[in-house]
C-alpha cells in the first residue's frame, strides 16, 4: 500500500487528475467550437483528433526522455504545456492558434501519459 505521507509525487498525482479532467471538459467543446471558427466537418475531425495523433507519434521518445531527464521533470514540464495550450484554446480567434494549442496539447499529453 502507498503511503501518502511519504510520497513526495501525491501533489502531482493531484495536479493530474485536475488536468485530465481539463482535458476531459473539452472533448465536447473543442467540435463546435472549431466550427465556430469556420471549420468545415472533415477539418472538425481533424483539428478533435490532432491531439491524440500527436500523442502516440510522440509518446515512445517522450518515454526516452523520461529514461534520461526523469518522471518529474518531464511530468511537470507537461503541466506547464497544458497551461499553454489551455491558453493558446482561450484566445484562438483562427484555426490556426486552434491547431498550434491542439499540437501543444498533444505534446504535453505525450509527457503525461507514459
Not at 479532467?21 to 469556420?38: E, R, T
Not at 511537470?76 to 504545456?81: C, Q
Not at 484554446?89 to 496539447?105: D, E, K, P, Q, W
Amino acid at each position: 500500500m502507498i503511503s501518502i505521507k511519504n510520497n513526495s509525487l501525491f501533489p502531482l498525482y493531484i495536479l493530474a487528475f485536475l488536468v485530465f479532467g481539463g482535458i476531459a471538459m473539452l472533448f465536447p467543446v473543442i467540435s463546435p467550437f472549431a466550427a465556430s471558427l469556420g471549420a468545415d466537418v472533415p477539418t472538425v475531425g481533424f483539428i478533435v483528433a490532432l491531439q491524440l495523433y500527436v500523442t502516440g507519434i510522440l509518446v515512445a521518445p517522450i518515454g526516452l526522455l523520461i529514461n534520461r531527464l526523469g518522471r518529474r521533470n518531464l511530468f511537470v514540464a507537461g503541466i506547464f504545456l497544458n497551461i499553454i495550450s489551455f491558453s493558446f484554446y482561450l484566445f484562438a480567434s483562427n484555426l490556426n492558434l486552434l491547431t498550434i494549442g491542439r499540437v501543444l496539447g498533444g505534446l504535453a499529453s505525450g509527457a503525461l501519459y507514459p
